[in-house]
C-alpha cells in the first residue's frame, strides 16, 4: 500500500512569507495528523483531524497557523506570515483510528531566513 | 499535568542489549507506544502496551506496568543500524480529547 505522501521536501522562505505544505494520508486512515519538530526534540502535535473534523488543535498557534481536510482526505497547513521559530520539520501522520500505530510522511524541512 | 521522562541518551555496543525506561504521568491512560527515528528520517511505530506484560518482536521487546505508570524498551543483539532516536508516547483518552502524548526522546548510539 502506498504510504504518507508530503510535499515539498524542502522550503526555504523569508520570515513574513507565507508557505503550505500538503499531506495525503494511505487511504482509508480516517486520523490525520500534522506535527512540527524540531532539531533534537520530539515530534510536537499541531492538529489532529478525524476524517474531516479537528480533534485537538490545542498547540497550534493559530494567529498563524491554519489546516485543513476539506473532503476527510489530503489536507494543508499553512503558515501566514512564518517567523524564524517556525523552521522545523513538519510531519505528516495518517492511522487508522486515533489508538492506532502512526505511518509518517518522509516530512518537509522548513527554513525561515 | 501530562509528562513523560525518558533518558535523553544511551551509548552500547554491537551485541548488547540495552533498556530505555519511560515514566509517565497522566490522566487518561489508554497504552505506551513506542517509535524510532534515525537521523533525518520520520518516526517509525515499533510497539504498543496496552496491558501490563511484556510484548515481543523480534529483537525488540516493550513492557508497561501500568500500576507503576513505567515502562521500557529492550533491545537485544545490538546492531550499527539500530542507532537512532527512540520515543516513548501515551496514548491519551480523556473524554474527546484522544491524542498520542510524545516524550522528548533518548538517542541511542551503538559502537562497534
Known amino acids: 500500500e502506498a504510504g504518507v505522501a508530503q510535499s515539498p521536501r524542502y522550503k526555504i522562505i523569508e520570515k513574513r512569507q507565507s508557505v503550505a505544505f500538503w499531506c495525503n494520508p494511505i487511504s482509508g486512515h480516517a486520523t490525520l495528523y500534522w506535527y512540527q519538530q524540531i532539531l533534537g526534540q520530539g515530534p510536537k502535535l499541531l492538529i489532529q483531524?478525524?476524517?474531516?473534523?479537528?480533534?485537538?488543535d490545542s498547540q497550534l498557534p493559530k494567529d498563524r497557523f491554519s489546516a485543513e481536510r476539506l473532503k476527510g482526505v489530503d489536507s494543508t497547513l499553512k503558515i501566514q506570515p512564518a517567523k524564524l521559530e517556525d523552521s522545523a520539520v513538519y510531519l505528516c501522520?495518517?492511522?487508522?483510528?486515533?489508538?492506532?500505530?502512526?505511518?509518517f510522511g518522509p516530512g518537509t524541512r522548513l527554513t525561515v531566513t | 499535568g501530562q509528562s513523560l521522562e525518558q533518558p535523553s541518551e544511551v551509548t552500547a555496543v554491537e551485541g548488547a542489549i540495552v533498556q530505555i525506561n519511560c515514566t509517565y504521568q497522566?490522566?487518561?491512560?489508554?497504552?505506551l507506544s513506542w517509535y524510532q527515528q534515525h537521523d533525518g528520517g520520520a518516526p517509525t511505530f515499533l510497539s504498543y502496551n496496552a496491558l501490563d506484560g511484556l510484548e515481543e518482536t523480534g529483537r525488540f521487546s516493550s513492557f508497561l506496568s501500568r500500576s507503576d505508570s513505567y515502562g521500557y524498551l529492550l533491545l537485544q543483539e545490538l546492531q550499527m543500524k539500530d542507532s537512532a532516536s527512540y520515543f516513548c508516547a501515551v496514548n491519551h483518552n480523556a473524554g474527546n480529547n484522544r491524542k498520542l502524548i510524545w516524550g522528548l526522546g533518548t538517542s541511542l548510539a551503538v559502537n562497534p
Open positions: 497522566t490522566s487518561g491512560f489508554y497504552g
Open positions: 483531524f478525524q476524517n474531516n473534523g479537528v480533534v485537538d
Open positions: 501522520a495518517s492511522s487508522l483510528y486515533w489508538r492506532d500505530e502512526q505511518y
